[in-house]
């Protein structure tokens, strides 16, 4: 379920969960990339979000406090090839993924 994510600036952003088979909840992930190191088959893809860089630089924060920004998160672009190793579920550090088998 995606939802507005409303930042200090006032600019508001659509996050929230990613992918169904392959949920990765972008309001919590903090883009360290383990989940496309560990995953077998290759589903993420470095999704870029533009204009977080110069968030960054300013040093504005979100306003949801579950995860510092990052220029990129992590896109199931290839959920459908998921094998359900749960390896990037079990891997990631902030619990950011959730595996649901069909």
């Known amino acids: 379920m995606d939802h507005q994510l409303k930042w200090k600036d006032g600019v508001s952003k659509e996050y929230g969960v990613h992918g169904s088979a392959v949920g990765v909840d972008f309001d919590i992930c903090i883009a360290d990339g383990i989940c496309i190191t560990v995953c077998p088959v290759n589903v993420f893809d470095r999704m870029e979000l533009p204009g977080e860089q110069e968030k960054m630089d300013k040093g504005i924060t979100n306003d ?19 094998i359900f190793c749960r390896a990037c579920e079990i891997q990631c550090p902030v619990q950011a993924i959730k595996i649901t088998e069909p």
């Open 64 to 82: 949801s406090g579950k995860a510092p920004l990052a220029t990129w998160k992590a896109d199931p672009a290839r959920e459908n090839d998921c």
